[in-house]
């Protein structure tokens, strides 16, 4: 006798965020219970009418690979290296699976499922990506495109289903790098924030405008990434999680318009006192302000567009507190909320996009009693 799987998640890489059902019986016997193990996590199933067993893995995933409630705490100790693992991207979870029969005997299965922190929709791109190495960025097809803002600190996120060295050739200056990959989610940094760092750009140089790179895995197996270089410029930098399982980055133009609200507390009644000694008769308590921001994303292409749009529904948007050229610390980035409704734009019979973004900003603190 043996535990057989009806339906399970299907594919080498899975979403956190998208249901992960898995039915199950047994090819002879009556079942009469399962017990279902996920990281400790214990759950007691009883069959249907069939005899099987139905499960979704989602809620135990989404815990378990979400501990740290979607915070980034990468940061670059040296100007030499450039690639770092994130484990809090990546989780390769075993399932245990016990079914007990009426007879009291017991049969078990064992399955690992490897997740990534992301997620996908119903109505999307269909394209095969894969399942040796991925770029985690939104895309058309297997050709990722993103945009990297000279001066500010940036990466891009590697999925690897195995240690291994790949090799990166700048196709527009023949350029080639190799760089060390670690199973699971690989963090490149082509900038810390300088210029001239001595980082991923000490090695291999990418030129302003666009550099198509071709990540070689094995001699055989490609994948391609062009960044398109931006020139250095003023502007607030963003950076949310996406919906492909890492970062993606913007800078908004300048100049930024603020708005800054405040709301008085209560009062205090001082009245206690003659006319002829008085001052006020109230005091108050202080008062609560708010700070919001509002800047424009400039022109986009549809590339562009399909990246900066995950912006607006990101659970965790950071807001970049440092000045262009100088390398980053985990505490310049601030978090903060995209504005529900933020106004997009598209014109039409053109193929340049903008948004507006409205930012709530940390809390401000106040003076109150």
């Known amino acids: ?5 009806i339906k399970e998640p299907q594919g080498s890489v899975l979403n956190a965020y998208n249901n992960s059902i898995i039915e199950f019986g047994v090819d002879a016997g009556t079942p009469v219970s399962a017990l279902l193990d996920i990281d400790g996590n214990e759950f007691y ?31 670059i100790p040296d100007n030499i290296t450039y690639c770092f693992e994130d484990e809090s991207l990546y989780l390769e979870q075993e399932i245990s699976i016990a079914v007990t029969l009426d007879d009291t005997s017991e049969v078990t299965l064992d399955r690992t499922y490897t997740y990534l922190k992301s997620v996908i929709q119903q109505i999307r791109p269909i394209y095969a990506q894969s399942d040796l190495l991925r770029v985690l960025l939104p895309s058309f097809d297997n050709q990722k495109h993103v945009s ?4 500010y600190p940036f990466d891009v996120s590697i999925y690897s289903n195995a240690a291994r060295t790949v090799t990166i050739t700048n196709l527009r200056t023949s350029g080639t790098v190799d760089v060390d990959l670690v199973k699971g989610i690989n963090r490149l940094f082509l900038s810390n924030g300088e210029n001239d760092n001595g980082g991923f750009e000490g090695d291999l140089p990418l030129s302003l405008g666009k550099n198509q790179l071709e990540i070689d895995i094995n001699g055989t197996d490609k994948v391609y990434l062009t960044v398109d270089k931006k020139p250095v410029g003023c502007g607030p930098l963003l950076k949310w999680f996406n919906q492909s399982g890492g970062w993606s980055y913007w800078r908004l133009l300048e100049p930024i318009k603020e708005n800054e609200k405040a709301k008085s507390l209560d009062t205090i009644n001082k009245d206690f006192y003659n006319i002829e000694e008085g001052v006020s008769g109230m005091a108050q308590s202080g008062k609560e302000a708010e700070d919001s921001r509002y800047g424009y994303t400039g022109k986009m292409d549809d590339n562009e567009r399909l990246v900066v749009k995950e912006l607006f529904k990101s659970p965790k948007v950071y807001y970049y507190a440092n000045d262009p050229l100088e390398p980053f610390a985990i505490t310049d980035w601030k978090e903060v909320s ?32």
């Open 1 to 5: 006798m043996a535990v057989t799987i």
């Open 45 to 75: 199933l009883t069959p249907n009418a069939d005899g099987n067993f139905w499960f979704d893995m989602k809620p135990v995933v989404m815990a378990l690979i979400n501990e740290d409630m979607f915070s980034d705490t990468i940061e």
């Open 148 to 151: 990297y803002f000279e001066g």
């Open 338 to 369: 995209v504005t529900d409704g933020s106004k997009t734009t598209k014109k039409p019979r053109s193929l340049h996009h903008e948004y507006t973004v409205e930012i709530e900003m940390p809390q401000i603190y106040t003076q109150t009693l």
